[in-house]
T-cell receptor, first 116, second 113 residues
Framework: GEEVAQTPKHLVRGEGQKAKLYCAPIKGHSYVFWYQQVLKNEFKFLISFQNENVFDETGMPKERFSAKCLPNSPCSLEIQATKLEDSAVYFC??????????????FGEGSWLTVV | QQQVKQSPQSLIVQKGGISIINCAYENTAFDYFPWYQQFPGKGPALLIA?????SEKKEGRFTISFNKSAKQFSLHIMDSQPGDSATYFCAASGTSTGNQFYFGTGTSLTVIP
């Protein structure tokens, strides 16, 4: 597609429940990025993929967060045993060739996760 | 630590005025500096971007000024309009810095009619 498609737009989970978010990158883009935006401000980098391979996972809280990008499937971000602090907007972005040297990333509209 | 520092946090400008948002970075390996505009409930959208081999880039009412020696870049919005009211994020990335994009903390711009 011509845009990054994220689902669901809104998700409400009770503390301790699992949350799973999906992202379909722009067709032809090799890189996928996940960011967490809290309080409408800072973008916290979580993880990036080059095709189905993890490229950079330095931002992932590994004990509860996991992500995958499998061939011919939307990418996913899963949070096990959600906590109140996980309430945020999760943005997926994709890029043709990754960051740097004019390679822009394009964002989806985000998935709003509310943990109650 | 914050790789890209952005100021001010919020900005109020009269319609027709000039809005100026500043960013600074430390890592000289960054070679791409985009600005994103985000409206409430939407994802950030690329507004304009610059590479360090030029000192200025202009697209319509939006101009990026880039000072490589000072490691600073700024967004100027000329003839600001109420429709420009949004949050603006600067960012930086580099092919040799892991392809990750580093974002500033955002500036909330309000243009008063």
């Amino acid at each position: 597609g011509e845009e990054v498609a994220q689902t669901p737009k809104h998700l409400v989970r009770g503390e301790g429940q699992k949350a799973k978010l999906y992202c379909a990158p722009i067709k032809g883009h090799s890189y996928v990025f996940w960011y967490q935006q809290v309080l409408k401000n800072e973008f916290k980098f979580l993880i990036s993929f080059q095709n189905e391979n993890v490229f950079d996972e330095t931002g992932m809280p590994k004990e509860r967060f996991s992500a995958k990008c499998l061939p011919n499937s939307p990418c996913s971000l899963e949070i096990q045993a959600t906590k109140l602090e996980d309430s945020a907007v999760y943005f997926c972005a994709s890029s043709h060739r990754g960051g740097g040297s004019g390679n822009t990333i394009y964002f989806g509209e985000g998935s709003w996760l509310t943990v109650v | 630590q914050q790789q890209v520092k952005q100021s001010p946090q919020s900005l109020i400008v009269q319609k027709g005025g000039i809005s100026i948002i500043n960013c600074a970075y430390e890592n000289t390996a960054f070679d791409y500096f985009p600005w994103y505009q985000q409206f409430p409930g939407k994802g950030p959208a690329l507004l304009i971007a610059i590479r360090p081999d030029v000192s200025e880039k202009k697209e319509g009412r939006f101009t990026i000024s880039f000072n490589k020696s000072a490691k600073q870049f700024s967004l100027h919005i000329m003839d600001s309009q109420p429709g420009d009211s949004a949050t603006y994020f600067c960012a930086a990335s580099g092919t040799s810095t892991g392809n990750q994009f580093y974002f500033g903390t955002g500036t909330s711009l309000t243009v008063i009619p």
